[in-house]
């Protein structure tokens, strides 16, 4: 609770339109721009069966009087043309259209287990998790998580076809659509342009904000087009339509409720709302759930972090509500991406479990959960949470990298005891990869042949480690894509896997287990090579990876790196950058600089994220008045230590430029 600062650090009857000759014969014509057309002498079955999912948007398209690039483009937002094996997303929403049918998702879903208990401001304390956040079965749904019900009353299909069937699902988002645009009083038009207003309804949406961020994006696809190989190994394409306009006056038809911003820190390409969390007294002397500051004034904000909320949408709302509960600055809803913001940038929100990182960051929870590889998140939040980040990142100087950009497993223990129970979320399923694309800083090679310092980068879609632990512990979890790469003692996969001595356990393919998993994105100084296998130095020792030159799991990067100085044999690792004790004035304690269990040691070099000073937000009381910001003399490096990031002090290394 309060008093001890726990709570500030814990984590805490159907009408079918029938097809024409007409409609079909435009369809027929858009297939080369599709990318759908076959060849003269006729497509292999292969290629036809690879070619399946475009037919299906282009026969929906027609019976439908939907326009083939619409449907494309809408799917496209809601799952990247992804089938997802039939499985629901974390909102109950399955196949390429992403159809919600919630009630049935959470009558038929596993249990969620959460990834930790940490006390989220980063002190030592622990508490128990909040009761469970997931929607109940009998509540009423909203309308954005019951879409597919609604699509097997205008198809006739049958929802278990709907949930299953990829070709149904398209066919039930094509009726969707047409359905909302004969609501508007709109012709089934054949050009794009006039489908705006039906698009922002097929959001779900309540509200016109979120319908229309959800509509732009859309049309945003629409000019730029996509092309990629779905889970199901099926080819899509769509092609660009750079000057398309579409008639957003149709948003003032919907319907839909004026949602107010007022307040919010949001860029103006996303929807979002203010919903604060309390900052109120109780109990004896307690307070919560979060501090008041005067950032970036006071200091610099330097990281974001990102989290997964392990609930759902309206349950996780509830909590950052609750005065006793702990506060994050941003959620993102996972069907439309509409965000909410619940506490200002200026102020520390207790999200990260280490007070120095809640101090200097900024938290940001995404409506999913870590352990189920197929609750998959949405192209909508993906894009939705980019905005946000590359705006926040250029208001406040934040770099885009992982150094800065940070996972909630990569936030590092403060001190040794609280290293077991530092949270894992977004866990493994996350994909970096595509999410540093949306924000304009894709992880390319920056270094010429075998540098000496790479970049994690596997292939998402086909890099599938084997992970247990999602639904039953030991049990092997569903095959899916994933962001990390496991690493060994030795070039081989029966070596032993690399073991993090802060951990206490026994390495395991656990789906919560870090002690021997990179992630896409961060960067490692090369220790060795060997045929198909890179070395890296991590956590002290010589971690090995598969790195063969025709599926590469890293590409070669330039950065800067450090070292012990010359005539230490190793030098001590921080969860926290803190100031001398000669830097806190009269009335604020003097924090202890604790290293962590583990060593930097001669000869070993790690990659450098940032140069920063000793800094510490004394801010223990409710009234505001004993706040202090202490920053120090003593300069501290952050690096890519393990698979968290960690600190050493400037006086211990010396940098080198490496890479290049």
């Known amino acids: 609770m309060r008093g001890s600062a726990t709570a500030r650090d814990r984590a805490a009857g159907p009408r079918r339109i029938r097809r024409t000759a007409g409609v079909l014969g ?19 079955a292969a290629s036809a069966s690879a070619r399946a999912l475009q037919s299906a948007f282009v026969s929906a398209a027609a019976e439908y009087h939907v326009p083939p690039s619409v449907l494309l483009a809408v799917s ?41 208990t940490e006390d989220a401001r980063g002190d030592s304390a622990r508490v128990p998790l909040h009761p469970q956040t997931a929607l ?39 009726a969707l659509l047409a359905a909302a645009q004969r609501d508007l009083g709109e012709p089934l038009s054949a050009d794009p342009a ?21 509509a732009n994006d859309v049309y945003d696809v629409l000019r730029t087009g996509e092309e990629r190989t779905t889970d199901a190994g099926q080819q899509i394409a769509l092609a660009p339509q750079p000057g398309l306009a579409p008639d957003t006056g149709q948003l003032t038809r919907t319907g839909l409720r004026t949602l107010r911003a007022d307040g919010t820190e949001c860029p103006q390409t996303v929807s979002c709302e203010w919903l604060p969390a309390p900052y109120e007294e109780f109990g004896e002397g307690d307070y919560g759930n979060h501090d008041l500051g005067d950032r970036p004034a006071s200091q610099s904000i330097r990281y974001i972090v990102i989290h997964d909320t392990e609930g759902t949408w309206e349950g996780v709302l509830n909590l950052v509500r609750d005065p006793a509960y702990v506060s994050w600055n941003y959620t993102l809803r996972s069907t439309d991406g509409h965000i909410a913001q619940h506490v200002k940038a200026k102020d520390v929100a207790w999200h990260s479990g280490n007070w120095y990182v809640n101090a200097k ?28 980040v590359a705006y926040l990142a250029k208001k406040y100087d934040i770099p885009l990298d992982r150094q800065h950009i940070l996972g909630h497993d990569t936030v590092p223990g403060p001190t040794t005891s609280t290293v077991p129970g530092m949270h894992t979320d977004p866990g493994p399923y996350w994909d970096w990869r595509h999410y540093f694309e949306l924000l304009g800083r894709p992880f390319e090679p920056r270094a010429g042949g075998n540098g000496a310092v790479v ?47 802060g951990l206490g356990t026994t390495p395991t393919a656990g789906v919560n287990d870090l002690s021997s998993r990179v992630s896409t994105g961060q960067q490692y100084a090369v220790a060795d090579r060997h045929g198909d296998w890179t070395a890296i130095w991590y956590l002290g020792q010589k971690a090995w990876f598969k790195d063969p030159k025709k599926s590469p799991a890293a590409v070669p990067a330039s950065g800067r790196v450090v070292t012990p100085k010359a005539g230490l044999t190793s030098v001590p690792v921080y969860g926290r950058a803190y100031p001398e004790a000669s830097a806190y004035p009269t009335g604020v304690p003097a924090q202890t600089v ?29 009234a505001t008045g ?35």
């Open 455 to 501: 970049t994690i980068r596997p292939a998402y879609a086909t890099n599938q480690p084997l992970y247990t632990g999602c639904v039953t512990a030991g049990r092997p979890c569903a095959a899916h894509g994933s962001s990390e790469v496991r690493l060994y003692s030795d070039h081989d996969e029966k070596s032993a896997l690399i073991k993090d001595i």
């Open 76 to 116: 496209y937002l809601q799952s990247r043309w992804d089938a997802h094996g039939g499985v629901p997303s974390v909102t109950g929403g399955y196949g390429p259209m992403h159809l919600t049918d919630a009630r049935t998702a959470l009558a038929d879903a596993p249990p969620h287990h959460s990834e930790g």
């Open 361 to 388: 960051s900024i938290g940001l929870e995404h409506e999913g959960f870590l352990a189920d590889p197929d609750a998959w998140y949405t192209e909508a939040m993906y894009r939705s949470s980019a905005r946000l």
């Open 26 to 44: 435009s369809a027929a014509l858009l297939l080369p721009l599709l990318g759908a057309a076959p060849s003269a002498a006729g497509p292999s």
């Open 626 to 660: 004993s706040h202090r910001v202490v920053t120090g003399k003593d300069l501290y490096y952050e690096i890519q230590f393990g698979h968290r990031v960690a600190f050493v002090r400037a006086a211990d290394v010396r940098v080198a430029q490496s890479g290049g």
């Open 194 to 214: 006039d489908w705006y207003g039906a698009v922002a309804r097929f959001s779900g949406a309540d509200d016109g904000a979120t319908a229309a961020a959800y």
């Open 136 to 174: 109940p079965v009998n509540s009423a749904l909203p309308a954005r998580l019951r879409t597919l019900p609604r699509a097997a009353e205008l198809t006739g299909l049958p929802a278990e076809r709907l949930r299953t069937d990829p070709a149904a699902n398209v066919a039930g988002g094509a």
């Open 594 to 622: 604790s290293p962590l269990p583990y060593r930097l040691l001669a000869g070993q070099k790690y990659v450098v994220g940032d140069e920063l000073p000793g800094e510490y937000f004394y801010a223990v009381t409710f």
